[in-house]
């Protein structure tokens, strides 16, 4: 059977907590004989710490999600540095830039009368709308976040595990700044082909969900094609983004073997291979991922 890693899994989450040993043996079963749990936080990052000491195949990425920044605390290096240490934790991370949602316009409130003119006085203005400052704000939270996250990592020698979503440009600003100290792998890429060797050319690797055996994904097939093989790796990212035919259900690690093969298709090369390259690069990628 050919061997597979789930280089990204949140194993933490509560949809796992009821079957969670036969989520594992189903894993191993499959063939996917590395699971790497990312925290999110750092309650889920000691929770995916957890996991690793009871689980043989299971390693750990510490870290905290940018679209958890208020919730963070302004400085997080040392809560990294101490999770760092711990042997199985192979990488920082997930961090970097989420610009999908940012703060919103408070809702408007019910019953509001259609024409402002006729709210009783007092009543006339509309609860004001997020400006553009409280926006720069909240992306230089993020900003900052992340920065601590590469600025470990660089102190010890570890890769970042990087979550992007329609910062694309912010986010390779931040990674150039760390070239040469730093490599992240853009997890979940979702973009063309344009955007992955921008990623490449920065010394950064990328990785491929189940998204990629969806119908209508043929942009990322197509940056699947040009990603030479050593430069992409392998995930899940569940319990979301079940691949076909498991979609919109619950996904675990056991499905890297449904990604695997369509990447395989797309690739033009043998499951072996694909095995053998995946497995190579996500090792070089994450030293301690013994
Ligand atoms: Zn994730």
């Known amino acids: 059977m050919n061997e597979f890693y789930d280089t990204h899994a949140h194993l933490d989450y509560p949809e796992f907590e009821t079957d969670f040993p036969e989520i594992i043996e189903r ?22 710490i957890a996991m ?3 689980f043989e195949n299971v390693f750990a990425v510490a870290g905290w999600h940018p679209t958890n920044v208020n919730e963070a605390p302004k400085d997080f290096r ?21 610009y999908h949602r940012l703060p919103l316009t408070p809702p408007l409130p019910p019953n509001r009368p259609l024409t402002p003119a006729l709210a009783p006085k007092g009543e006339r203005e509309d609860s004001p709308p997020a400006t553009g400052g409280e926006v720069e704000v909240y992306k230089e939270k993020q900003a900052r976040l992340f920065e ?4 470990v990592a660089a102190e010890l020698g570890l890769n970042c595990v990087i979550h992007q979503r329609d910062a694309m440009e912010d986010t390779l600003k931040m990674m150039e700044r ?13 973009d063309g082909p344009a955007a992955m060797r921008r990623i490449l050319d920065l010394g950064s690797i990328v990785s491929y969900t189940g998204i990629v055996t969806f119908k209508n994904a043929q942009n990322i097939r197509d940056s ?32 890297v073997k449904e990604i695997a093969g369509v990447i395989a298709e797309v690739k033009g090369c043998t499951l072996e291979t694909l095995s053998a390259e995946t497995c190579a690069t996500a090792a070089k990628f994450f030293p301690k991922l013994a």
Request: net charge positive; with cysteine; charged share 25%.
């Open 148 to 151: 601590q996250h590469l600025e």
């Open 224 to 255: 699947v094609a040009a990603t030479p093989l050593g430069s992409f790796m392998l995930e899940t990212d569940c319990p979301y983004l079940a691949p076909v035919p498991y979609r919109g259900k619950r996904c675990e690690p056991a499905y």
């Open 78 to 98: 040392d809560d990294l540095r101490a999770l760092a240490n711990y042997p199985k934790v192979v990488a920082l991370g997930e961090t970097g830039l989420d």
């Open 27 to 48: 894993a191993r079963a499959a063939g996917i004989s590395r699971i790497i749990s990312i925290g999110t936080d750092l309650e889920s990052s000691r929770r995916a």
């Open 52 to 54: 690793s000491e009871r």
């Open 178 to 190: 760390f070239k040469g100290r730093v490599r992240g792998v853009f997890h979940c890429f979702s």
